[in-house]
């Protein structure tokens, strides 16, 4: 049985559940309490403590919230770029004059989705929202087929598929059976909108009832003539036979055609023509939709962020903002916390750089390697269950190009960084596992007026802030305004 369409939510209310309203109440008086104590005692801001309360007392609280946002929701997911296109959209979407709901801190668990949504909350259940309100939620690729079940939004922006996080997710061909399954229960007032450039991605369109939007990239002075060796997901999806690339921009996304059966990447509604990349100064786009191009700069950087840019306009066009708005919005995010994060300590200088799959890890290092000279580099891996238990991936990372660095290995698993490092060519390397004692020693090593580039897991990089946040050189993750 599919869910309602738009704002539609199941089991609220149902007369059979009699005590349904009185258990909303309680899960969100409970919920606001456990949030408080939470950002009282400095455990995490309240960005996910309190949905977690609420949903183990109210499991339908997340869809009863979100029916009452006026213009629904946009959930965004896939395994890279989510936090950066969501942030993209929803200043896209505030430039365009709308109230956007967003889950600004990453917190991308369908509690961290409801510990947003009760921020907005009263006792009763009624959602304080503007009556042109919009949601935007990025969630994982696990935590959107949970939202599915409750809620069915405007729009679903997938960003890519790739080999992440193998002990929890599961291989990506897993991903995209679950994403598969979830979609198809849903009726067709759902839009998809999907990489064309990512084989799997683009496969989750074609069986689908509704509407199906595509972008991806065109610009081939930036691609590659094949894929890279950590490519994760090249097969055609009906004859199992290795895609054959006309042009590759990283990972497996490009342009790809089966020899066997003549499935080939869709056309696009939205692409970007020219990428122009100013190394971590940003990246200059010409971004054509129809009957319209407009040129935008990035102060995100790196090419991966081209196609966040791509996704967050494919939704906004879908809205019908204006180009002017689009603009505005692409041109003013910055990077969201710990995804290029730039700070200034004393004489020097860091950039915060999160890392978490092979692709992603290669993508950063592009930008490294493009910034030449001798790098001085902190390189944290952590094996939290944020991260991911198996640090196996880390020896699919291109860490050759940093050869000729000066190199610190941080975090629980820094031995493991020290080998991979070690098995790259790399002597020059001090461990510790300590984070705040790793940074200190990486930026005491390092000459004045140097820059320390600092690549991190997603628990590594939370500890990097909170070590940062304690001595004052930036406030806690949930204190941010990423606009």
């Given at each position: 049985?599919?869910?309602?369409?738009?704002?539609?939510?199941?089991?609220?209310?149902?007369?059979?559940?009699?005590?349904?309203?009185?258990?909303?109440?309680?899960?969100?008086?409970?919920?606001?309490?456990?949030?408080?104590?939470?950002?009282?005692?400095?455990?995490?801001?309240?960005?996910?403590?309190?949905?977690?309360?609420?949903?183990?007392?109210s499991p339908d609280l997340l869809g009863f919230l979100l029916s009452q946002v006026p213009a629904g929701a946009i959930f965004v997911t896939?395994?890279?770029?989510?936090?950066?296109?969501?942030?993209?959209?929803?200043?896209?979407?505030?430039?365009?004059?709308?109230?956007?709901?967003?889950?600004?801190?990453?917190?991308?668990?369908?509690?961290?989705?409801l510990s947003m949504l009760l921020a907005h909350t009263a006792w009763h259940g009624g959602l304080r929202v503007a009556p042109d309100g919009?949601?935007?939620?990025?969630?994982?690729?696990?935590?959107?087929?949970?939202?599915?079940?409750?809620?069915?939004?405007?729009?679903?922006?997938?960003?890519?598929?790739?080999?992440?996080?193998?002990?929890?997710?599961?291989?990506?061909?897993?991903?995209?059976?679950?994403?598969?399954?979830?979609?198809?229960?849903?009726?067709?007032?759902?839009?998809?909108?999907?990489?064309?450039?990512?084989?799997?991605?683009?496969?989750?369109?074609?069986?689908?009832?509704?509407?199906?939007?595509?972008?991806?990239?065109?610009?081939?002075?930036?691609?590659?003539?094949?894929?890279?060796?950590?490519?994760?997901?090249?097969?055609?999806?009906?004859?199992?036979?290795?895609?054959?690339?006309?042009?590759?921009?990283?990972?497996?996304?490009?342009?790809?055609?089966?020899?066997?059966?003549?499935?080939?990447?869709?056309?696009?509604?939205?692409?970007?023509?020219?990428?122009?990349?100013?190394?971590?100064?940003?990246?200059?786009?010409?971004?054509?939709?129809?009957?319209?191009?407009?040129?935008?700069?990035?102060?995100?950087?790196?090419?991966?962020?081209?196609?966040?840019?791509?996704?967050?306009?494919?939704?906004?066009?879908?809205?019908?903002?204006?180009?002017?708005?689009?603009?505005?919005?692409?041109?003013?995010?910055?990077?969201?916390?710990?995804?290029?994060?730039?700070?200034?300590?004393?004489?020097?200088?860091?950039?915060?750089?999160?890392?978490?799959?092979?692709?992603?890890?290669?993508?950063?290092?592009?930008?490294?390697?493009?910034?030449?000279?001798?790098?001085?580099?902190?390189?944290?891996?952590?094996?939290?269950?944020?991260?991911?238990?198996?640090?196996?991936?880390?020896?699919?990372?291109?860490?050759?190009?940093?050869?000729?660095?000066?190199?610190?290995?941080?975090g629980r698993r820094a031995e493991d960084m020290a080998v991979r490092l070690k098995y790259a060519g790399l002597e020059d390397i001090t461990?510790?596992?300590?984070?705040?004692?790793?940074?200190?020693?990486?930026?005491?090593?390092?000459?004045?007026?140097?820059?320390?580039?600092?690549?991190?897991?997603?628990?590594?990089?939370?500890?990097?802030?909170?070590?940062?946040?304690?001595?004052?050189?930036?406030?806690?993750?949930?204190?941010?305004?990423?606009?």
């Amino acid at each position: 049985m599919p869910v309602s369409a738009g704002n539609g939510t199941r089991g609220v209310d149902d007369p059979r559940i009699p005590f349904s309203r009185l258990r909303r109440i309680v899960a969100i008086l409970l919920a606001k309490i456990a949030g408080a104590f939470s950002r009282r005692l400095q455990q995490g801001g309240g960005t996910a403590l309190p949905g977690l309360v609420a949903e183990h007392i109210s499991p339908d609280l997340l869809g009863f919230l979100l029916s009452q946002v006026p213009a629904g929701a946009i959930f965004v997911t896939g395994t890279n770029g989510k936090t950066t296109t969501a942030a993209l959209l929803r200043n896209i979407l505030a430039a365009d004059g709308r109230t956007v709901l967003h889950n600004a801190t990453g917190s991308n668990l369908t509690r961290g989705v409801l510990s947003m949504l009760l921020a907005h909350t009263a006792w009763h259940g009624g959602l304080r929202v503007a009556p042109d309100g919009i949601a935007v939620l990025e969630l994982d690729e696990a935590a959107i087929v949970q939202a599915l079940r409750q809620h069915q939004p405007s729009s679903i922006v997938v960003t890519n598929l790739f080999r992440d996080q193998l002990d929890r997710y599961g291989e990506v061909q897993t991903i995209a059976a679950g994403l598969r399954s979830a979609f198809a229960q849903l009726d067709a007032s759902t839009a998809l909108l999907l990489n064309a450039d990512d084989p799997l991605v683009a496969s989750l369109g074609e069986a689908y009832g509704g509407p199906v939007r595509y972008f991806g990239l065109d610009d081939p002075n930036l691609a590659r003539d094949d894929i890279e060796l950590a490519a994760d997901s090249h097969y055609c999806p009906h004859e199992a036979t290795p895609l054959r690339y006309a042009a590759a921009y990283y990972g497996h996304l490009g342009e790809y055609v089966c020899p066997v059966c003549g499935w080939q990447r869709p056309e696009r509604d939205v692409r970007v023509t020219k990428v122009v990349l100013h190394g971590f100064a940003g990246v200059d786009l010409t971004v054509s939709v129809p009957r319209e191009n407009f040129r935008v700069r990035l102060r995100v950087p790196g090419l991966y962020n081209a196609y966040n840019a791509l996704a967050a306009t494919t939704a906004a066009w879908r809205l019908e903002a204006a180009a002017e708005a689009i603009a505005a919005g692409l041109n003013a995010t910055i990077p969201a916390f710990g995804r290029a994060e730039f700070i200034e300590f004393g004489e020097r200088k860091a950039w915060l750089l999160l890392i978490k799959n092979p692709v992603g890890a290669n993508q950063v290092l592009r930008l490294l390697a493009a910034e030449g000279g001798s790098l001085h580099v902190l390189a944290i891996l952590q094996d939290r269950a944020a991260d991911g238990h198996d640090v196996s991936w880390i020896w699919d990372v291109d860490f050759e190009c940093l050869a000729s660095a000066a190199l610190t290995a941080g975090g629980r698993r820094a031995e493991d960084m020290a080998v991979r490092l070690k098995y790259a060519g790399l002597e020059d390397i001090t461990v510790l596992r300590d984070i705040a004692n790793a940074f200190d020693h990486a930026a005491e090593t390092m000459p004045a007026h140097k820059t320390l580039f600092i690549l991190a897991t997603y628990t590594g990089m939370l500890e990097m802030r909170r070590v940062w946040a304690e001595r004052g050189l930036v406030r806690q993750f949930w204190e941010e305004d990423l606009a």
